[in-house]
Structure formats: C-alpha cells, structure tokens
C-alpha cells in the first residue's frame, strides 16, 4: 500500500509562485514514478509532469515547460513540484499520484490511468 499526501496549495497573484508537496509513504516499486495532475469540476485529470525516482528523469506538459519544476528528495520520501509564473488558468485541484515503469516517460506518463495511487488534492487558486 501507497500513502500519498500533497500540501502548498493556496491563493497568489498571477506571476506568483507556489510550491506543492507530495510526501509518500509505503512500498517501493520498480521504476517507481510520481506524476502531478490537475484537475478541474466536472473535468478529467490533466497531466502536469512526473518524475522518475531512481533516475530523476523528467516529463512535462507542453502548458507548463519552462514554468513549472518537479523534483524529488529521497531522504524526505517528498516530491515537489515548483510552480512559477502562475497565470489563472492554472487554477485548479492539485494530486500526485504513482506508478511503476522502466518505459520512457514521455511514452505512459501523461495518461492518469497508469497510476495506481493518488492523494486527496491540495487547491491552487490564481488570481488576475
């Protein structure tokens, strides 16, 4: 079993930025990997970015390259994820989430439905 649970979110001034955590708990996988989606009412979970833990490879969505940086610390089981230049549209329910494969990120990463375990969400509100 697989303990996830995410914190940071909250309200900032769009150009702002925000730090959410994601601190695991539980079994280890093989090519275990950590992903962060987002999530809006009444919408379908839309992939952020994960991370690779045994290697630190990387995989992001187009919308938030060169904006957004997920990093992991091993010695705190505790994946981050820095967001920067926040704009409105990136309001939304934040949730990490994990999955276990040796295939290159870029090829599985983005789709929710490789993941197994997911946290409860934390709120990122962007305001104008």
């Known amino acids: 079993q697989v303990q996830l649970v995410e914190s940071g979110g909250g309200l900032v001034q769009a150009g702002g930025s925000l730090r959410l955590s994601c601190a695991r708990s539980?079994?280890?996988?093989?090519?275990?990997?950590v992903g962060w989606f987002r999530q809006g009412p009444g919408k379908e979970r839309v992939f952020v970015a994960a991370i690779r833990w045994s290697d630190g490879s990387t995989y992001y969505a187009d919308s938030v390259k060169g904006r957004f940086t997920i990093s992991s610390d091993g010695a705190k089981n505790t994946v981050y994820l820095q967001m920067n230049s926040l704009k409105p549209e990136d309001t939304d329910v934040y949730y990490c989430?994990?999955?276990?494969?040796?295939?290159?990120?870029?090829?599985?990463?983005?789709?929710?439905?490789?993941?197994?375990?997911w946290g409860q969400g934390t709120q990122v509100t962007v305001s104008t």
């Open positions: 989430s994990t999955g276990a494969s040796w295939r290159p990120l870029s090829t599985w990463s983005w789709d929710a439905r490789n993941y197994d375990y």
């Open positions: 539980g079994r280890t996988f093989s090519g275990y990997v």
